[in-house]
């Protein structure tokens, strides 16, 4: 198992160096979720928007809590792209072994639209009594200048999905 674990490592730091992706590993099933924390910190989001965000307690459990709608359209759709409530883009590949469902691979860090980015941005800072432009330059900040495709990334998260499963 040391073997498989080091070589997901490897690869999400190729992913990431060699073709800028932002990779989490999310919603582990338990099947797996014992050995998640061995590739830690690929077990969240590192942007610097999403780690200030997950400062607030409050902020943290509701990102945990919105992974089930996400657990829910895996069971119809195996890769799509979304935006969770705090307004980043991400596309979203299920994990699965013989129809269990073990978790999601998120490559996240987009924004497909700043209107309703900057509108999720600004309910969550009256909600929470943070700082809105704060999250806005955070939000800037970490967000990708170029967006691939689900096409463009099939053939790249594919063999991590596969490495998952294994």
């Not at 490897?10 to 582990?28: G, V």
């Not at 014992?34 to 690929?42: E, G, R, V």
């Not at 890769?79 to 469902?101: A, K, M, R, S, W």
């Not at 704060?134 to 463009?152: C, G, H, R, V, Y």
Request: positive net charge; contains cysteine; hydrophobic residues 35%.
């Amino acid at each position: 198992m040391s073997d498989t674990i080091n070589k997901i490592k490897s690869y999400i730091k190729y992913l990431e160096t060699a073709h800028n992706l932002n990779i989490s590993l999310c919603d582990a099933h338990e099947a797996i979720f014992f050995q998640l924390h061995k590739i830690a910190p690929y077990n969240s989001h590192r942007s610097p928007y999403c780690m200030h965000l997950k400062k607030f307690n409050k902020i943290q459990k509701e990102c945990v809590l919105k992974q089930a709608k996400v657990r829910n359209k895996c069971s119809q759709v195996k890769e799509f792209f979304g935006v969770c409530y705090g307004g980043i883009g991400e596309y979203i590949f299920c994990v699965e072994h013989d129809g269990t469902y073990l978790g999601f691979i998120s490559v996240s860090g987009y924004c497909p639209d700043k209107d309703v980015a900057y509108s999720k941005i600004s309910e969550m800072s009256e909600k929470y009594n943070i700082d809105k432009d704060k999250l806005i330059d955070l939000f800037n900040a970490s967000i990708k200048k170029k967006m691939p495709t689900l096409e463009q990334l099939k053939p790249l998260i594919t063999p991590l999905c596969a490495m998952v499963e294994l």
